[in-house]
């Protein structure tokens, strides 16, 4: 254009930027981080008063296929492996580009993050879902998480940054590592002087602590998008809150920009380069979900966030975008806690001796012990399929109580210092069949899953279900009780139950994506200057969950590539 049409396109937005990105979870915000180090005029506009999106609210993992982190720790990966192990797991309409895209770009995303940022990864020994599954990696090194992060250094961003979630921090404001979790949950040498310390640490923050509940000490997701914050701030890219996106401009067809609301007034935000979709999927959307995925019908059961309604998605699908795997989520099971504002991810407790789920007719259903997702899918299609898994009982007994958090419960504090909303969902029983008639099972069916759980778990065998088999199950199991570190008899009542219901950690279908981060038709022809990333686009694992991090992880490797390809830097 000459400098006289440039003028008038210019005059015809409020804003006009290179790149405006929608959302402010890891995904965008690598993605506009990566666009302002090529040199482009970027802005992010976030929907609610908080930034961080889902990313903040949780454990921070992702899952890097051959990264320097793992080599570091001796583990040499190789990405075909990685590529097959994704590939078989994913669906079948989920193209082997976008998969590839993945796989070859997510070391290097990691490694442009680590030499540009102070985000800090760490390779774990932690076994993927599938490990056996030809490529999958028992030893693990695949998945990664974040190093501690000082809040500090953000200034008055702190303020605004999302809290973790309830399920992913202590007494819902104290945060902490991996390393502390299993500390605590064991109980190891040290245990409580390293928790008064931090509470310690935590409430003497002052002044900050007149005026804030915040946690300046950063872990999981929240040092990750600490970091990630904080490099934005330096690169001089600033993050519009309270900012929703009601509509994408396209003209002569390539997308020229957005409209957004800012202090209650339309704002047309143009743009050079292209607009990158980051907003999350659909979680909280119920008119959405009923539409779309009628096996994870109920929005308030799921761990996303409340600002996640699908706006992004509907507005892309409104000027041609394609959509894709509209009907799947990740899966999981979840408590609910009456009063809370989302469901409470169930990972460590399901696998610890001690403990049995059962539907409403007192019989078990599945190996506690399977990874979130394999469990929460299981839990959604015996609801779909027989309507007696939602909710489900975690069943256990006074030895587990004792000895271990059983989602929101907490060991060591007695049941009538535990928070109202846990009282109002806890039940217990002198007996197994008194704990039965409490949540409405028939006793005599409850006692005999009981009895003959027992007798196998004695030997450490579950010939139902496997519980304890697999390198995953054991992971999370007790290391200190053997033979199997999954299983135990129930015998020691008291007994309890808490209800656990099939929710979902998010959504994660979306809109149609090709290998570049593109915005595609339903023909796959790209949209010009449209790009989707995270839960706002069809993930590349389809409806599977092969690790620790493939929400995360993807969505900044595929931030990495949309930035990288608007700007010019993968030409």
Sequence with gaps: MTGNSNAQ????????????????????????????????????????????????????????????????AGFVDDLDDAFRYVRGLSAAN?????????????????????????????????????????????????????????????????????????????????????????????????????LVANMGKYWLDLPFRFTSRKDRRLTLG????????LALDEAGVSVWLGCPMWEIVREDGRVTGIVVERGGKPLRIGVRKGVVLAAGGFDKNQQMRDA?????????????????TGDSIRAGAAIGAGTMNL???????????PGEDRGRLCTIERALPGCIMVNQKGERYLNEAASYHVTGQEMARRQRDHGDASPSWMIFDNRYRQ?????????????????????????????????????????????????EFNVHAAEGRDPAFHRGEAAYDKMYGDYRHGPNPCLRPLTEGPFYALPIYPGDIGTNG???????AQVVDDHGAAIPGLYAVGNNAASAMGESYPGAGVTIGPAMTFGYIAARDLTGANN
Excluded at 37 to 58: F, M, Y
């Design 9 to 72: 396109w210019d005059a015809q937005w409020d804003r006009v930027v290179d790149v405006v990105v929608v959302g402010s979870g890891a995904g965008g915000m690598l993605s506009a981080l990566v666009a302002a180090h090529n040199r482009a005029d970027v802005l992010i506009v976030e929907k609610d008063a908080l930034w961080g999106g889902t990313s903040a609210t949780s454990g921070g993992g992702i899952w890097i296929p051959g990264s320097d982190q793992a080599r570091e």
């Design 94 to 194: 989920v193209p082997d580009e976008n998969i590839r895209a993945f796989v070859d770009n997510a070391a290097p995303m990691l490694r442009w993050v680590t030499a540009n940022t102070r985000v800090r990864y760490q390779a774990q020994p932690y076994p993927d879902y599938h490990a056996e599954n030809p490529g999958g990696s028992p030893t693990g090194f695949r998945t990664h998480l974040p190093l501690e992060f000082d809040g500090k250094l953000l200034g008055a961003a702190i303020r605004t940054q999302r809290f973790p979630s309830p399920a992913a921090s202590l007494f819902g404001y104290l945060q902490w590592t991996f390393a502390e979790t299993y500390q605590l949950l064991y109980r190891t040498k040290g245990w409580f002087t390293h």
């Design 222 to 229: 929240g040092a990750l998008t600490g970091a990630l914050r």
């Design 292 to 308: 779309n995925a009628p096996l994870y019908p109920q929005a308030k059961l799921s761990g996303g966030v409340t600002s996640n």
């Design 327 to 337: 009907q799947s989520a990740w899966a999981a099971p979840v408590f609910y806690v």
């Design 403 to 451: 000895q271990f958090p059983m989602g929101p419960l907490l060991p060591l504090v007695p049941d009538w210092l535990q928070s109202r909303g846990v009282r109002q969902i806890l039940c217990k029983g002198q007996s197994v069949e008194e704990l039965a008639a409490k949540i409405g099972v028939d006793p005599a069916a409850l006692a005999g899953t009981v009895a």
């Design 510 to 516: 979306g809109l149609r994506t090709n290998a570049r």
